[in-house]
T-cell receptor, first 116, second 111 residues
Framework: EPEVTQTPSHQVTQMGQEVILRCVPI?????FYWYRQILGQKVEFLVS????????KSEIFDDQFSVERPDGSNFTLKIRSTKLEDSAMYFC??????????????FGPGTRLTVL | RKEVEQDPGPFNVPEGATVAFNCTYS??????FFWYRQDCRKEPKLLMS???SGNEDGRFTAQLNRASQYISLLIRDSKLSDSATYLC????????????FGIGTKLQVIP
């Protein structure tokens, strides 16, 4: 069964450093998402991406964040200058999304980001 | 009112028990509803979609009440392996797809 993959599984960085989290969505999916989950809190939507552009972003997704699909398979989340409060689990998800019908999002295993 | 509201629990139930979780949502224009399961420090995994007519998958039954903006999940004959956090997920599809998660309800099945 195809699955979403993410690398690295754990990233430790110093405050102020840039990090890039990588995701390989399921190959025939068209819509891509990033979520984060701070320990003990709920899963929070960050951004959705379709047709090489952001389709929706939350208030969390400020100028420090950016996303890119640099090639046909990878989908990346960049945090330019990490803060302590960016420490969280970051999940990538993808789906095909046929408008008007429910379409499940499939989640990757996550990258645990620790900012020191 | 929170967009998606769940009782965080924990619900501690003995093996074999029946347990029900509820979820309410605030956006009446929401279109699709799901229950996901999340094990500790793992990614959410789809348990089942929720339809107005109700749907069943083995020991799991999900129900949607659009008038009350209420979703439920019933687990019969609980197994130890059912111990997890159950996430209520609400989706709005307009020109974009917005997914909102509840905080999750933690279930612990006790031998």
């Amino acid at each position: 069964e195809p699955e979403v993959t993410q690398t690295p599984s754990h990233q430790v960085t110093q405050m102020g450093q840039e990090v890039i989290l990588r995701c390989v969505p399921i190959s025939n999916h068209l819509y891509f998402y990033w979520y984060r989950q701070i320990l003990g809190q709920k899963v929070e939507f960050l951004v959705s991406f379709y047709n090489n552009e952001i389709s929706e972003k939350s208030e969390i997704f400020d100028d420090q964040f950016s996303v890119e699909r640099p090639d046909g398979s990878n989908f990346t989340l960049k945090i330019r200058s990490t803060k302590l409060e960016d420490s969280a689990m970051y999940f990538c998800a993808s789906n095909r999304w046929a408008s008007g019908s429910p379409d499940t999002q499939y989640f990757g295993p996550g990258t645990r980001l620790t900012v020191l | 009112r929170k967009e998606v509201e769940q009782d965080p629990g924990p619900f501690n139930v003995p093996e074999g028990a029946t347990v029900a979780f509820n979820c309410t949502y605030s956006n009446s224009a929401s279109q699709s509803f799901f229950w996901y399961r999340q094990d500790c420090r793992k990614e959410p995994k789809l348990l089942m979609s929720v339809y107005s007519s109700g749907n069943e998958d083995g020991r799991f039954t999900a129900q949607l009440n659009r008038a009350s903006q209420y979703i439920s999940l019933l687990i019969r004959d609980s197994k130890l392996s059912d111990s997890a956090t159950y996430l209520c997920v609400v989706l709005f599809s307009g020109g974009y797809q917005k997914v909102t998660f509840g905080i999750g309800t933690k279930l612990q099945v006790i031998p």
